[in-house]
């Protein structure tokens, strides 16, 4: 078994202990040796990294953990590179919730215009790292997490060599419930999953190969999947207009005016909560008698954060030729998407890393249509990203669904990238 080098880019994340648990785990399928956790925190790095060592110990692993500042150091000859960062901290998200709100547009960390800002700050970054590991370790494999995620992963996989594959806990976490759906003594279950990186469907539960779905949508479907998405309750009409089960983050489609209202009556943004667990975890995780990630990390959003992402290390690492859902190119996996477009997809997963799985005779013209309008703000969003071109912006945001109106578009965009300016270096001189 291969001693192996784990690189944690952005490792003063709160979510980093969820990580560490998921390489405890599974410490007799990965031997780690070295552990790099690369941050530019240090303070914050600290403390989550003395957390992370003692729950090493506690369970009878002795990898090496270095804490560095230095990209270069952490990616060099890594095996695996783990991405979470957050360019601009939670006070950047908090500014994302909050401006678009004034013109009466979502503000959310990943979707509609406050994502869209997200990106323009993490894509260049992360177009930086990919560039240094191209050059270190070329034969690496990088599995990012930061958000929005498909839109760095159709930036990394269209833009650079890297070997890439973009991650997310809500689908792991939406097919584990969608097991609790089954009916008792059920031998066989399987699934069909279609979409993108926080935009996509369940469109058919099979249950020992009989499919189970849309008798489950008669009553009515309660969403409560992630820890920072409101509840709602989805009725018969619209489930029926749907023909799939959504993700949580589908609610802001489908009741945007809603949420929108929820977002500007709710006492705090999302982000302003997130500092006050952010806090309240840092005081835990410096208590020198803790060596285990505590409960109050779910509180964070993060369930089945390291089964997500470790299993998907253990399963290129020891060719197991698992399915998992990750963010790949398309490669004909969906007839009605471009080959290069990445979407999110039950993928094979091996040595050789992650192969989507054809689904055939999709005709759900509702899906698809909404897919192809927010891939084609997604390319924009990366040609913006990128280049620093404010035209590219805007027709982002003219073509995303939740947006659309130019006057709203150009005074949020113009509004953001000024709120923005220290973080894009892309757009300096350039409006």
Same mark, same amino acid.
């Given at each position: ?290 060596? $285990?990630?505590?409960? #109050?990390?779910? &509180?964070?959003? @993060? /369930? *089945? ?6 299993? %998907?290390?253990? +399963? ?5 030729? $698992?399915?998992?859902? #990750?963010?790949? &190119?398309?490669? @004909? /996996? *969906? ?6 477009? %990445?979407?999110? +997809? ?86």
């Amino acid at each position: 078994m291969k001693n192996l080098k784990i690189a944690v880019i952005g490792a003063g994340s709160t979510y980093t202990p969820e990580l560490m648990n998921g390489f405890i785990t599974r410490n007799k399928q990965l031997k780690v040796d070295s552990f790099y956790m690369m941050d530019i925190d240090k303070e914050k790095t600290e403390i989550v990294t003395g957390l992370g060592k003692r729950m090493l110990e506690a369970n009878g692993m002795n990898s090496r953990v270095i804490i560095t500042d230095n990209v270069e150091e952490a990616v060099e000859g890594a095996d695996y590179i783990l991405g979470q960062i957050r360019v601009g901290k939670l006070d950047a998200r908090i500014r994302d919730e909050k401006i678009p709100l004034k013109y009466d547009l979502l503000g959310q960390e990943t979707t509609g215009a406050g994502g869209f800002m997200k990106a323009l700050r993490t894509i260049p970054v992360m177009m930086d790292i990919a560039k240094k590991i191209e050059r270190l370790s070329p034969n690496a494999w990088f599995i990012n997490f930061s958000n929005p995620s498909g839109i760095i992963a159709e930036a990394l996989l269209n833009n650079t060599n890297v070997k890439m594959l973009g991650l997310c806990n809500a689908p792991i976490n939406m097919i584990k419930r969608a097991k609790e759906m089954l009916p008792e003594n059920v031998a066989k279950f399987d699934y069909d999953f279609v979409g993108l990186n926080h935009l996509f469907w369940l469109t058919a539960l099979y249950a020992d190969d009989k499919e189970i779905l849309q008798n489950l949508f008669l009553g009515g479907y309660k969403n409560n999947s992630l820890k920072n998405i409101p509840e709602v309750v989805y009725d018969e009409e619209l489930l029926k207009a749907i023909k799939g089960l959504p993700v949580s983050y589908l609610n802001y489609y489908y009741f945007k005016d809603k949420m929108i209202k929820k977002c500007k009556d709710a006492d705090m943004t999302r982000g302003e909560e997130c500092k006050v667990i952010e806090a309240e975890l840092l005081e835990l995780y410096k208590d020198t008698n803790l060596k $285990e990630k505590p409960g #109050v990390l779910d &509180k964070r959003g @993060g /369930a *089945l954060y390291s089964e997500a992402a470790v299993s %998907v290390v253990d +399963a290129i690492e020891n060719d197991r030729n $698992e399915v998992h859902v #990750v963010d790949v &190119k398309n490669n @004909g /996996a *969906l007839s009605f998407m471009d080959k290069d477009d %990445v979407i999110e +997809a039950k993928c094979v997963i091996n040595k050789n890393g992650a192969t989507p799985l054809k689904l055939n005779d999709f005709n759900n013209d509702h899906i698809i249509g909404l897919m192809q309008g927010v891939k084609a703000f997604e390319k924009l969003t990366v040609k913006a990203g990128i280049e620093g071109d404010y035209t590219a912006a805007l027709g982002a945001l003219l073509t995303h669904p939740l947006i659309g109106d130019y006057s709203k578009a150009k005074d949020v965009l113009d509004e953001m990238l000024e709120a923005n300016k220290e973080f894009l270096p892309q757009f300096f001189g350039r409006k």
